[in-house]
């Protein structure tokens, strides 16, 4: 009988600021591009994140990864990284990246996937990154 597959998901928050801003546009440009966003002195998010995996449950452990290891790899790899920090500035993972919501789930994903990779059975299926409670993005490992 084949096993089921489940996902599981982790959810974290952090709190960061961050510019929109591409040094490759005119500042008259990126104020068109980005708005309010583009503000000199960047501005703040409560952000959170969802991470899910998803695998067979197997039957000696009954846990297609064990949630513990998930937060570890996460506080450590994301949310001692971020939180509280000027993403543009502080986070040298996201230094050259326009850091909007959809690039730092895609950095996001990048970051954590080789510490996953080291946990055989289960695979990394999304990340969600919430800028706001109303709006969030998806990254699903695709590429264009």
Known sequence: MPQPYVEITRREEFSA????????????????????????????????????????????????????????????????????????????WLQGKVTTAENIAVSIWERIAPHLAQHPGSKLVKVRVFESRDNFVEYRGQTA
């Not at 591409?22 to 008259?28: F, K, Y």
């Not at 583009?38 to 000696?60: D, K, R, S």
């Open 17 to 92: 600021s961050h510019r929109l801003h591409n040094p490759a546009l005119s500042d008259a440009d990126n104020r068109t591009v980005f708005g309010i966003c583009n503000n000199l002195y960047g501005h703040g998010h409560n952000y959170a994140f969802e991470v899910t995996l998803g695998g067979p449950v197997p039957v000696m452990s009954g846990m297609v990864m064990d949630l513990n290891i998930l937060m570890r790899i996460l506080k450590t790899e994301i949310v001692e990284q971020v939180d509280h920090k000027h993403l543009n500035h502080d986070v040298a």
